[in-house]
């Protein structure tokens, strides 16, 4: 069964999306905007694993310069999924640009 997330923890992890880095604030905003009410429970688990890397490894994870195995010592398919959707986001927000 699928549980998500209460309005006060959602408010709270889309403030935290909220970065110093520019090219990384503007992603997860638009990332945001578009899918994080989408999530599964644990892909919002897995990203506020990676809300808690500094903004260059956060940055470095997405675009695929550094591995997950590397910065969390792990990799899951729940890690895999969110990143995924990430890049599609962003690479979609390319195209349309």
């Known amino acids: 069964m699928e549980t998500y997330l209460s309005d ?3 408010r709270k992890t ?3 999306l909220r970065r110093g880095l ?3 604030d503007l ?3 638009h990332f945001a905007e578009k899918s994080l009410s989408q999530l599964s429970m644990h ?3 897995q990203l506020n694993h990676c809300l808690d890397l500094s903004d260059n490894d ?3 994870l997405i675009i695929k310069k550094k591995s997950a195995e590397i910065l969390f010592g ?3 398919n729940d890690l895999q999924s969110l990143l995924k959707k990430i890049r599609d986001d962003m690479r979609q927000r390319e195209r349309n640009d």
């Open 43 to 45: 892909e919002i688990l």
């Open 74 to 76: 792990f990799n899951t």
């Open 58 to 60: 956060f940055l470095d």
């Open 8 to 10: 006060l923890e959602f």
């Open 14 to 16: 889309k403030w935290r």
């Open 22 to 24: 520019l090219e990384l």
């Open 27 to 29: 992603l997860l905003e």
